[in-house]
């Protein structure tokens, strides 16, 4: 992959967190980066809530203090039941590791205007409003072929890209690659609010999680005042709306009166906005000269706030491959499938939490929590995003698995009323396709 003669070393495809940073390291690096952006920052996305292992890579980007002046500070997650009442919050500063004790909340528009901004600033070309069309995929020079704001097209070159879509994933839709998750499957219904009733004192910023019938709320403060709150359902349940999409949030919301309390004097600042299709994973990860990264390669679910986590930290590892990729370095395919172990392992390990989390056993475990073993110091390290790096995590987390089976048996007809039911939202799903 020798060809100097290409408009770019590297073109990443999408200049959100997981675009934004890799341009920036790479551009670091001496090479000529292009990131192609449909939109034009700033402009609304979700995922708001970060995670406390993020910190160390908004440290190396150079933009902490940016983002301390856009977030909410947030030093826990609590977790609410309907059901009994009862709320638990983990605090980040418990964990394994207690150099990260917070993270923050913020509107992501702002946290990615900050991002590409930083990416331009570091020499990376930016070109918003552009959308990338087609690729050749081949060997050799990459030709990439772009539409922008005016309706003009224009063909560039490129050594390598990067597909850091998002939930667009453009490669993956090329190459029929994409496939929804078969172990889970559920959408979402948010809007954002004011007056809502937050948490107080140090809590204030903290996200909460409600459960309910059909599955789990976020509550996540900003700065400004003002609460994102989206419910993520199995697709049985958004199946029945018979109401308009803003009605129909409402109406989910009584479902939680928890929630619903803290609601009583809010109102919505936005239309209501629902999404679908929140688990997908694609069959590789690398092709000859590309390579998928965050979420244009697979997302789970935002229970644990893991898309911008996952995004951030791949970009980060993603830096030596694109190099090894660059230079036609012999170690090429071992960096590439330890890059994808590390990756998997990540996924799987918030999948297992998060295909579990509304099961009957997870919620009285995590209201529960013991830490035998250092076991809920680990599971503080999850919810901080803490699996990138060598804290000894993993085998309390398998330690906790075997306990979560052994309550999963003790209260045996609720758990498997609760994975029946999971099970047919799925078949539902496989029957639409």
């Known amino acids: ?44 996305h979700i995922g708001e809530s970060l995670l406390p292992l993020s910190m160390p890579v908004f ?21 609410v039941s309907p059901w009994t009442g009862a709320s638990r919050t ?28 930083n990416a331009a600033a570091r020499g990376v070309e930016v070109h918003q409003g552009s959308r990338v069309v087609d690729a050749e995929l081949g060997m050799g020079s990459k030709r990439v072929q772009l ?11 490129a ?9 667009d994933t453009f490669i993956a839709r090329k190459l029929g690659i994409k496939h929804r998750n078969p172990n889970h499957n559920s959408a979402a219904i948010f809007s954002h609010f004011e007056n809502a009733r937050r948490l107080e004192g140090n809590d204030e ?15 996540i403060p900003f700065r400004d005042g003002t609460v994102s709150v989206g419910a993520v359902c199995w697709p049985d349940y958004m ?3 018979s109401a308009d999409v803003d009605t129909f949030l409402l109406q989910t919301i009584e479902l939680c009166p928890p929630l619903a309390e803290r609601l009583r004097d809010a109102r919505t600042l936005m239309p209501a906005r629902a999404t679908g299709n929140f688990s997908y994973q694609s069959e590789h990860m690398f092709g000859s000269g590309y390579m998928l990264l965050g979420d244009a390669y697979a997302f789970v679910d935002p229970v644990f706030s893991s898309g911008v986590h996952i995004a951030l930290n791949s970009a980060v590892h993603a830096v030596d491959i694109v190099e090894a990729a660059l230079r036609n370095d012999p170690a090429l395919e071992r960096l590439q499938s330890e890059y994808a172990e590390r990756i998997g392992t990540a996924l799987a390990d918030f999948s297992w939490f998060i295909y579990r989390i509304t099961q009957p056993a997870m919620r009285s475990l995590f209201l529960k929590p013991r830490n035998t073993l250092r076991i809920k110091e680990a599971i503080l390290s999850l919810l901080a995003g803490d699996l990138f790096r060598g804290t000894p995590v993993r085998w309390r987390l ?3 698995k075997v306990i979560y089976s052994g309550f999963y048996l003790t209260h045996l007809p609720s758990n498997a009323a609760a994975r029946r039911r999971r099970l047919r939202a799925l078949e539902l799903v496989g029957e639409e396709r």
């Open 159 to 167: 050594r390598y890209i990067i597909d850091a879509s998002g939930r």
């Open 59 to 79: 440290e190396r980007l150079g933009v902490t203090e940016q983002v301390a002046e856009i977030g909410m500070i947030k030093y826990g997650a609590e977790f």
């Open 90 to 117: 983990y605090y980040f500063g418990g964990a394994l590791d207690k150099a990260y004790p917070y993270a923050y909340q913020v509107k992501r528009d702002q946290l990615d205007r900050i991002l590409i901004d």
């Open 147 to 157: 539409r922008d704001a005016d309706g003009a097209e224009r063909t560039v070159t």
């Open 205 to 219: 910023g903290n996200i909460s999680v409600f459960w309910f019938d059909h599955g789990w709320f976020w509550f």
């Open 398 to 400: 398998n330690v906790f």
């Open 1 to 44: 992959m020798t060809d100097d003669s290409s408009d770019y070393d590297v073109l990443v495809i999408g200049g959100g967190p997981a675009g934004s940073t890799v341009s920036t390291f790479l551009a670091d690096r001496g090479r000529r980066v292009g990131v192609i952006e449909k939109d034009v920052h700033p402009r609304f």
């Open 239 to 241: 199946k029945s709306r």
